[in-house]
């Protein structure tokens, strides 16, 4: 399996990946939340549903953002790919800005897995287990903390987002998950990693589902707004189990 070539990192300023993807209010409920863990301060916002109840148990989903991954990326990716349908739906939706600008599949890793027991302790979390995702740097991110400590997640999406550091043993890690990849048909460099990675999946057996997004580029317009129910739809289905 290949490494990540440097060339694949992708660093946004705000105001030109809102642009590209338009504007659009979240109507979630959404709080703001902060910890200190590993002595790195890291803040981060959680979606509420719609009648949310705390002695209920809801369906979650951790969400990395893209770029630089700070709090300006959380507010795209909050706006643009989860707190609408995860309202409607009923889920609880957690995402972080990398602490201190480290990024999380690198050396804000550090915050994890304490961050995910500290959710599991405030949050009634149904199965005690994620969801994890995340578009561009943060695809990357869920692909790296799901290999690290497969046990929390149910399943990985990156939008788009592949395994880093593709070790035997980290793509062990995965074989219980169900994999869900989106990469532009424009997105020439990703789309050729993430093919070779998700033929490597499949002929190991695990659950993956890669999608070509037909005239898209790097930021993927057909997942946002209305476009982000196609995410919860893959979510949703993984709730039947994948793997072995």
């Known amino acids: ?96 800005a990398a602490p201190l600008g480290r990024l999380f599949y690198q050396d804000g890793a550090r915050v994890f897995p304490e961050f995910l027991e500290q959710l599991l302790a405030e949050y009634k979390i149904r199965d005690r287990k994620f969801h994890i995702a995340g578009m561009s740097n943060g695809g990357i991110s869920a692909f790296a903390i799901a290999a690290s400590y497969p046990q929390y997640f149910r399943s990985v999406t990156g939008f788009p987002g592949f395994l880093p550091d593709a070790t035997p043993a980290r793509i062990h890690a995965l074989a219980k998950l169900c994999l869900y990849l989106h990469v532009g048909e424009l997105d020439e460099s990703w789309r050729q990693m993430m093919e070779e990675q998700a033929a490597d999946f499949r002929a190991r057996g695990y659950t993956v589902r890669m999608t070509v997004e037909k005239g898209e580029s790097h930021v993927i317009r057909a997942l946002t707004g209305e476009g982000a129910a196609r995410l919860f739809a893959e979510i949703e289905e993984s709730h039947a189990g994948c793997g072995k």
């Open 1 to 96: 399996m290949k490494r990540m070539p440097s060339r694949l990192l992708i660093s946004w300023p705000m105001t030109a990946l809102a642009l590209m993807l338009g504007c659009a209010p979240a109507a979630a409920r959404v709080l703001d939340k902060s910890t200190t863990i590993a002595g790195l301060p890291l803040n981060y916002k959680v979606i509420l549903p719609q009648d949310y109840d705390s002695s209920k148990a809801y369906p979650a989903i951790l969400a990395f953002p893209p770029g630089g991954q700070g709090m300006d990326m959380v507010f795209t990716t909050l706006e643009h790919n989860w707190a609408p349908e995860a309202q409607r739906r009923g889920y609880l939706a957690f995402i972080p």
